[in-house]
């Protein structure tokens, strides 16, 4: 693996770092404080490729790689937790299954806009019963002429109250386990598709966390993405991906809140001098810098193996695990170096403390993450 970026992957690093704090960053505490991510911003977003980014250029996306979108998915982060969640949400778990498993017309009827921003994709597969335990899901789909009936209640979907375009999970033969469960696109506004209760939540405010209620919701033959009985692989695969995604946005949280740290670190005076003089201050600052290092080093592997197309779900999750933990370890150590005010919302590191606390938790908890790896370490 080679640990130094290639021309282009560092003009894409570098514009959109420009970009992220240009644009997003100035935004980023009215977004926790309100919960929304402007329209106009998730527009200048896709005008820069960022919501599509490695989708084929033919269907809007920008055609760049799976280590590409972790180099800007970091600097989106950096800037804000919320937008990149928003970010990571369309490009991993909307676009790529409807790139990887969607037919010619659903890639143009569907893809095309998630690219474009006119769109936003979600993936529903939560359910009260069903958190990590994906195979016992209870949302049933059930066949009748020209396609399917479905009944059940999805939770914690990320951007479900503001997506236009909805990948459910549901069960079409519950005699077959896991193998039993199809995956299936929907649309908001189709008849039987409602928009529940959102959460009030601890950090990422600007990202929704909805139950969708699917109520006798018809959804057409053409609507079926994969094969029936596909949809446990569609989401293990689509979710594989996902902490990569999970993984860069980590490195931008705790990033950014290490330079806060670093520069309040060389400004701020006490006993007559910076901070930065002090040796415990030194520690949890070199503590924090080769955390990131290590981190983004595991994330930009797993992105690599995929791009190679090699195996990667056990790198994936030690990228997720690792740079997750490493970001709250990063964020309380930053609001530590800041004292009392590192308490209040007048410095960053009090948004991205709470921000950061959720990576360890969707996409596959850190016990989660330890099962997979491990399981990948006893199958070799």
């Known amino acids: ?23 997003i960053a100035p935004l980023a505490a009215e977004i926790d404080r309100t919960g929304v991510i402007p329209d106009r911003l ?8 960022l919501m599509g980014i490695s989708m084929p250029q033919g269907l809007g996306g920008a055609g760049m790689s799976t280590l590409c979108y972790a180099i800007a998915l970091e600097e989106v982060a950096a800037a804000c937790g919320s937008t990149s969640t928003l970010m990571a949400v369309n490009n991993s778990l909307a676009c790529w299954p409807l790139n990887r498993y969607g037919t010619s017309f659903q890639k143009e009827r569907f893809l095309m806009d998630l690219t474009s921003g006119k769109k936003l994709g979600a993936f529903a597969l939560t359910e009260a019963a069903a958190g990590s335990d994906a195979a016992h899901i209870q949302t049933e789909a059930r066949r009748v002429e020209d396609g399917f009936v479905l009944n059940g209640n999805k939770l914690f979907v990320s951007e479900g109250a503001r997506a236009g375009v909805v990948i459910v999970f549901a069960v079409t033969d519950r005699e077959k386990g896991h193998k039993g469960l199809t995956a299936f ?7 039987g598709f409602r928009v529940g209760r959102s959460e009030k939540k601890m950090g990422i405010r600007g990202s929704d966390a909805t139950e969708i209620i ?9 609507h079926l ?21 999970i993984a860069a946005q980590s490195v931008g949280l705790g990033r950014a809140a290490y330079e806060a740290a670093l520069d309040y670190a060389r400004n701020r005076q006490q006993f007559g001098r910076p901070l930065s003089d002090i040796q415990a201050i030194q520690f949890m600052l070199a503590d924090c810098s080769t955390e990131l290092d290590a981190a983004r080093i595991l994330t930009h592997r ?12 056990k790198e994936s999750s030690m990228a997720k695990l690792y740079a997750s933990e490493a970001a709250n370890r990063i964020a309380y150590r930053a609001i530590q170096i800041h004292g009392g005010y590192g308490y209040t919302e007048e410095y960053p590191v009090e948004r991205i403390y709470r921000d950061a606390r959720v990576t360890t938790i969707y996409e596959g908890t850190s ?12 199958r070799s």
């Open 367 to 378: 016990e989660m993450q330890r099962l997979t790896i491990a399981k990948e370490l006893l």
């Open 302 to 313: 797993a992105a690599t193996l995929k791009d190679e197309e090699r195996r990667y779900a």
């Open 185 to 191: 696109i929907t649309e908001n506004g189709m008849k």
């Open 225 to 245: 993405l994969g094969r029936e009985g596909e949809g446990f692989k569609i989401a293990m695969e689509t979710l594989d991906g996902g902490r990569i995604s």
């Open 1 to 23: 693996m080679d640990f130094l970026f290639s021309e282009d992957e560092r003009l894409l690093q570098e514009s959109v770092r420009e970009f992220a704090r240009r644009e």
């Open 214 to 222: 699917l109520e006798d919701c018809f959804v057409p033959n053409e």
């Open 42 to 49: 998730i527009l200048k977003m896709a005008e820069m490729g």
